[in-house]
């Protein structure tokens, strides 16, 4: 027997059943693989403000250099940021997110993981996939300002023309 459909009903359906779900799919990360906030947030700096110098970075930042460079210097053996010389000074150097840096900020930013969702969905039915895409987009139709996050940009090398 299927629940009523009336608002109160299904958002209590809802709320009920979503913690299952989310416990059942969440993403589950290796503790040694998570970035500590100052390095996350350097790399969602970059993400949104593109290439700039570790004087920059510390301004933005709130940290002192010293502290910066080190983890740019971290970053960067991780292979998540990138330097060059400015192409329009070569007395400064530039520091930019790579794209393994972009993949990481996608992956952190997911919340259920692809791999425990795949198996439930291949064993769905696809009217019932369907239905569950379908569900889902409505639900953030119906409330725009919850759906909502600005996109990632992504930045590429400067090059002689791109840097003011």
Known sequence: MSEPADPDSVAA????????????????DDKRSQLPAASR??????AL???????ELCGHLDRAQSVVSELVAHLEVTGLVERQDDP???RRRLVWLSPAGSSYLERDREVLSKALLRPAVAAMTAADRAALVQGM????????QAATRPAMPTHTKPTRKDVP
């Open 13 to 28: 359906a809802f709320a009920r059943d979503f913690p299952a779900a989310y416990l059942r799919f969440h993403r589950r």
């Open 41 to 46: 947030a350097a790399l969602q700096h970059l």
């Open 49 to 55: 403000a593109g290439p700039v110098t570790v004087g």
């Open 88 to 90: 329009n000074d070569g």
């Open 137 to 144: 987009q409505a639900l953030l139709r119906a409330e725009p």
